[in-house]
């Protein structure tokens, strides 16, 4: 029973986030509510109608393929996959089977507590069914969704816990986003998750147990959870497990029997005779989207500056961040040539403070609202000790909220306007120069001019000009 190891392959269909669909030129858009808009004779399957492939949606493919490190096939091919359901009008649907676009790639999650490598079986092209939708005695049907462009991505089954399916669709749905090739959105219905799950003592599978259409990476961590420990019971009590299709109810935290499967369904694979092999040439290569993906972004992060797993974590929710990190680092580094002082200075105000301004005032970090140079710029300021950390954080404040140039806030900042400061300037230029002083009491007002230009001396002319004669005019009465 303890020797029961979890082995847990996960299917994942993404909707791709073109303009149009797969075969026709009706509008992709999952936000659509209006039911039967975006339809045409091809998508709703009309007899006598021929698809023609949206080259977009095989770029963005071959580019998630690539970010997965997958072998592309050359040449790979359609098929239909027959099966008979109201969501499908043609009866059957437009995938790729035997000859997908690629096969053999990796993710490498990273978490603070385990390091995994996962391998992809395949990833293929496929249209999306049409929605039902269910009411008491009747369903409707809405095309909208019909043909939208799919890709559907297979893991080996060598996930081990629940913990591990989460951190792997987390991090393959960064990817997603890293690509732009969608929003990968659980609440627009863009990606699903399918799991199957078998207890088996070492390298040996058991018997798998499939649960389908799951959006959210949360429900799918429970549903596995759940799953796992329905299967442990039943061995423990000595009954066996049924290779079947469960769905899952999120409210009770159950799974539930859909339909056994004693056999693998027979689909009638067969050529698609009215679509040529797909061939990827060179206009598709040089359009793809190429990245370094999240989990390279992380290696690399953690050898080049030995930083922490959480601020490893947090640079890389997006590529932006990361790279704001590196150029703010690169820039400070030129003017410090102290790799600790700056990686130090760069984690602190970067994450304690600016990020966290950022969200406080909702604002997307961007180089308009600050360029890294002008970040490190106001950090080498702090580090040679010209401002503090308190103008610091005021200076990121003013430029989020849009009240200021880095630049202007520094030189403001350097400016002496503190009169405490100031009063004890003036008290030195009053002591050194008391013939001036008594001249400017006898009423010769030139006199107070010299004595504000010996304090502008004194500070190298960062005196605040107005607030330095206020203070000497009070100081001579
Ligand atoms: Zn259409």
Redesign the pocket.
């Given at each position: 029973m303890n020797n029961l190891i979890p082995k847990i392959g996960l299917e994942i269909h993404l909707e791709l986030g073109t303009k149009?669909?797969l075969?026709?030129?009706?509008k992709n858009d999952p936000e659509e509510t209006e039911p039967n808009k975006?339809?045409?004779?091809?998508?709703?399957g009309q007899p006598g109608v021929l698809p023609v492939l949206n080259k977009q949606a095989v770029i963005y493919a071959y580019s998630l393929a690539k970010a997965l490190k997958m072998k592309i096939n050359q040449k790979s091919l359609f098929a239909r996959k027959h099966y008979f359901y109201p969501d499908l009008p043609k009866n059957y649907q437009i995938s790729q089977y035997e000859h997908p676009l690629a096969v053999e790639g990796e993710v490498l999650v990273i978490r603070e507590n385990f390091r995994k490598k996962v391998r992809i079986r395949r990833l293929h092209l496929e249209e999306d069914t049409a929605s039902n939708i269910h009411f008491a005695n009747y369903s409707l049907i809405d095309?909208n969704r019909?043909?939208i462009p799919l890709v559907e991505i297979v893991t080996e089954p060598e996930l081990n816990s629940a913990e591990e399916v989460e951190a792997f669709a987390e991090d393959l749905v960064l990817l997603i986003r890293y690509l732009k090739i969608s929003d990968a959105s659980a609440e627009k219905g863009q990606i699903r998750f399918e799991a199957n799950i078998s207890l088996g003592k070492g390298e040996e599978l058991g018997t798998k147990v499939e649960i389908k259409n799951i959006a959210k990476i949360k429900s799918l961590k429970n549903a596995v959870l759940t799953e796992i420990e329905r299967q442990k019971d039943l061995i423990s009590k000595g009954e066996k497990i049924i290779q079947e299709t469960r769905g899952y109810d999120e409210i009770k935290n159950i799974t539930f029997t859909q339909r056994a499967k004693e056999f693998e369904e027979d689909y009638r694979y067969f050529p698609e005779p009215d679509l040529p092999p797909l061939i990827i040439d060179q206009e598709i290569e040089n359009s793809a989207v190429y990245v370094e993906t999240p989990w390279d972004k992380r290696l690399r992060l953690e050898k080049e500056y030995n930083l922490d797993y959480q601020t490893i974590i947090l640079l890389t929710q997006n590529p932006f961040l990361s790279h704001f990190f590196e150029e703010s680092f690169s820039e400070l580094y030129k003017f410090t040539s102290n790799f600790e002082e700056t990686k130090k200075l760069i984690v602190n105000f970067m994450i304690n403070d600016l990020l966290g301004l950022l969200s406080k005032f909702r604002v997307e970090l961007s180089e308009k609202i600050i360029h890294p140079h002008e970040f490190a710029h106001l950090l080498f300021n702090f580090y040679q000790e010209k401002i503090s950390s308190k103008v610091v954080k005021e200076a990121l404040e003013k430029t989020i909220k849009g009240e200021g140039m880095i630049e202007d806030i520094i030189k403001e900042k350097e400016k002496i306007s503190d009169a405490q400061v100031l009063s004890n300037i003036i008290d030195e230029v009053i002591k050194e120069n008391q013939k001036i002083v008594q001249d400017y009491l006898a009423g010769k007002d030139k006199s107070l001019e010299f004595l504000i230009g010996e304090v502008m001396k004194k500070t190298k002319g960062r005196a605040d000009p107005k607030l330095t004669r206020e203070i000497l005019i009070d100081a001579l009465r």
């Open positions: 149009t669909k075969f026709c030129a009706c975006n339809i045409c004779p091809i998508c709703t095309f019909s043909g």
